[in-house]
């Protein structure tokens, strides 16, 4: 409104307006704004672990660390160059197989990688062919064979045995000695055989009261005897098969006899079984 007023007192006083005014200066008024934050770029990206050792069916969590850590786009992919040996899924990698893999983790924004080296061995395991021994009650040793892919030990609670080695690490040949029993009744006692990552195993030690002389266990003119290591054998018959074990079961010789005699090297003392087709004989060193 242009011009000028007379006549008027100063006063409050209400003013209506049309709506499309109202309407255009409330359109005037109010505007609607977006603001977009500013995208940060991935720079690199790292992890917790450059190398793991595990065994089979392990697992281990690899952490990936984004650079700049407030990078925008956090998402990466994981991928093993050896699934045979390990996977992996979202940075847990699981142990498969013995064997090597590369596990790589790659981001979504610039293909960003950082890697680590996995190596996988065989989960521990032992055995041995026996779970028991048994002597009379002369000094005498046995021997047995650990097959084992770890350490182990060997503890027994008796002063009367004696094991050697008591200790080592993968397969190995134990020996285990007992003193003569002068006690005048039959002992005994338990070996624990245990390893690393493998349940202990227990090898029951018997020793009686009585010696044991050469004993005919079967009819045959089989003769024998055993000194200084060697086992002296005659009666033979040229081409029968002979056969030569311990009382554990273990096969010291076997084969074909040449002639009426026969030497046989003994891996230690103990009692052993001369087999032939004709009879059978047991024998002390």
């Known amino acids: ?48 672990k450059s190398a ?12 990936a660390t984004i650079a700049p850590t407030n990078a925008t786009n956090q998402n990466v992919t994981w991928t093993t160059g050896n699934a045979a040996v390990a996977t992996v899924a979202a940075g847990v990698v699981t142990a498969v197989s013995a064997g090597t893999a590369v596990i790589t983790v790659t981001t979504q924004d610039g293909g960003h990688t950082a890697t680590c080296n996995v190596t996988v061995s065989a989960a521990p395991y032992m055995t041995f062919p026996l779970t028991s021994l048994s002597y009379d009650s002369l000094d005498g040793e046995q021997t047995f064979t650990i097959t084992t892919n770890t350490d182990w030990t060997i503890t027994c609670p008796d002063s009367w045995v004696t094991v050697t080695p008591s200790s080592g690490a993968n397969t190995a040949t134990v020996t285990v000695k007992v003193m003569a029993n002068t006690t005048g009744v039959p002992r005994s006692t338990t070996l624990t055989v245990s390893g690393t990552g493998v349940a202990p195993q227990p090898v029951a030690v018997t020793q009686s009261n009585t010696s044991v002389a050469n004993e005919t266990v079967a009819p045959t003119a089989l003769t024998a005897c055993a000194r200084d290591g060697i086992l002296h054998i005659s009666g033979l018959t040229a081409g029968e098969s002979l056969r030569v074990y311990s009382i554990p079961g273990s096969t010291v010789w076997h084969g074909k006899a040449t002639a009426d005699r026969a030497q046989v090297a003994l891996p230690a003392r103990g009692i052993f079984i001369i087999a032939t087709g004709t009879g059978v004989l047991k024998v002390r060193h």
Do not use: D, K, Q
Not at 15 to 34: D, E, H
Not at 52 to 63: F, S
């Open 52 to 63: 793991a050792t595990l065994t089979v069916g392990a697992t281990e969590t690899l952490t």
């Open 1 to 48: 409104m242009a011009g000028r007023m007379s006549g008027v007192h100063a006063s409050t006083f209400a003013v209506r307006l049309p709506p499309p005014v109202i309407a255009s200066l409330r359109s005037n008024l109010y505007r609607t704004f977006t603001v977009t934050a500013a995208t940060v770029a991935v720079t690199g990206v790292s992890l917790n």
